[in-house]
């Protein structure tokens, strides 16, 4: 893949594949802006060349229509203040409208397109969208990691009929940095998985016990493990139809010599409430009626502990319902544990994410991946086929 160092933007039409998926209020304010400002480095490096920088992305789930709940406008406020310049908008992402826009700008000009997802085209890789997007550009430079295990129109479809493509900052320092977890990593290696289902993460757990030394579960897929060795959970969640998936991964990780590691207490309510009245109890012991909700103090001391030494650290996933006050210890002890680690650490997932900006220790994680699902199929080794197209990019004209 070429870099943007290798392409000459300047005068150059650059359409820049980005994510802008950010959540918003209900009166569409921008509640978080760490997607946008994730892609600052890469339009700055376009401007500074004197390109003319078209932005395109998604945002939400619009199902292949118009939807003004999904409109990208907002974006324009924030973006004109992290870039000190005003950024133009358009009410389309191909088209005359569109095109009319593009041909009146002047370089180091930045102009936000509207949704991808407007057009049903996007997400079916149709190649006539793939087309009216291409018209837009000279060069086409993909800096989404979160969408690239997505073949789209934005990401894929469109290198077939460009000239010229390349990586952009953001995804490169993405594709970097996880190779550095999945090839030839420094040991000791140790994963931290968490969240919701098994059923969500059994490549990636399965792939990981061939890649890791140590292997950390908690989050609500816990149980289902800990279900499967016999244990009672109670009301906790529990996905019935993976116990045996569960003992597969379990026997998987003792043939391989990798530890593996379940939570020894667990904090319990009757419920997820943010008035919820709780108290930590062994696994071997949560009471029928009650739900684990977080992993509980001695848990979070034995995970503490198993980061020890380690030289690299991946997590994904939190411990616990941490969007709740309740059951929010567990996942901010370890995100202390990982960020006090004398290791490479590397963090993927919205949700994990949110974590270690709320546990106020994101200085000192060594890098916060923007992605969630890219993020995983890339360490289950699947293909990403956005950066496929990128690396054959120029083919067809």
């Known amino acids: 893949m070429k870099t943007l160092e290798q392409v000459d933007l300047k005068g150059k039409r650059v359409l820049v594949r980005v994510d802008f998926n950010v959540p918003t209020d209900d009166q569409g304010t921008i509640t978080d802006a760490t997607r946008v400002r994730a892609h600052l480095p890469t339009i700055a490096y376009i401007i500074e060349k004197r390109g003319k920088v078209i932005l395109a992305s998604h945002l939400g789930r619009p199902k292949g229509k118009r939807n003004e709940k999904y409109t990208l406008k907002p974006v324009v406020a924030k973006l004109s203040d992290l870039l000190f310049r005003d950024v133009a908008f358009v009410g389309d992402c191909v088209g005359a409208e569109a095109e009319a826009a593009v041909a009146a700008m002047k370089e180091g000009d930045v102009l936000l397109l509207e949704n991808l997802r407007f057009y049903p085209g996007e997400e079916k ?31 894929a479809g469109i290198t077939a009929f460009v000239g010229e493509c390349a990586v952009g900052m953001l995804l490169k320092s993405e594709l970097d940095y996880l190779k550095r977890v999945t090839e030839n990593p420094a040991r000791p290696l140790v994963a931290i998985i968490g969240g919701a289902k098994v059923s969500d993460k059994i490549g990636v757990l399965e792939k990981l016990i061939e890649r890791v030394d140590k292997l950390i579960i908690g989050g609500g897929m816990a149980f289902t493990f800990l279900k ?19 003992r597969r991964i379990m026997d998987k990780a003792k043939t391989a010599g990798v530890k593996l590691y379940l939570p020894v207490d667990a904090v319990v309510a009757e419920e997820a409430k943010a008035d919820a009245a709780t108290r930590p109890v062994s696994v071997q012991e949560i009471p029928p009626l009650l739900m684990g909700l977080d992993i509980g103090p001695a848990t979070a001391s034995l995970f503490s502990e198993a980061l020890q030494g380690a030289k690299t650290i991946v997590w994904n996933g939190p411990m616990g319902v941490f969007e709740l006050a309740p059951f929010s210890t567990g996942t901010f002890a370890m995100a202390m544990a990982v960020a006090a680690a004398d290791a490479l650490s590397i963090v993927g997932g919205g949700d994990t994410d949110t974590a270690i900006h709320q546990a106020g220790v994101a200085d000192r994680i060594s890098y916060i991946s923007t992605g969630g699902g890219a993020f995983l199929e890339l360490l289950e080794g699947k293909p990403m086929p956005a950066v496929e197209a990128l690396e054959r990019c120029g083919g067809a004209s």
Do not use: I
């Open 125 to 155: 890789n149709d190649p006539e969208f793939s087309k009216g997007l291409a018209r837009l550009c000279d060069v086409y430079v993909d800096d989404a990691f979160a969408t690239a295990h997505r073949g789209h129109a934005s990401n």
């Open 228 to 246: 499967a060795q016999g244990c009672e959970v109670g009301k906790s969640l529990c996905e019935q139809d993976m116990l045996d998936v569960a």
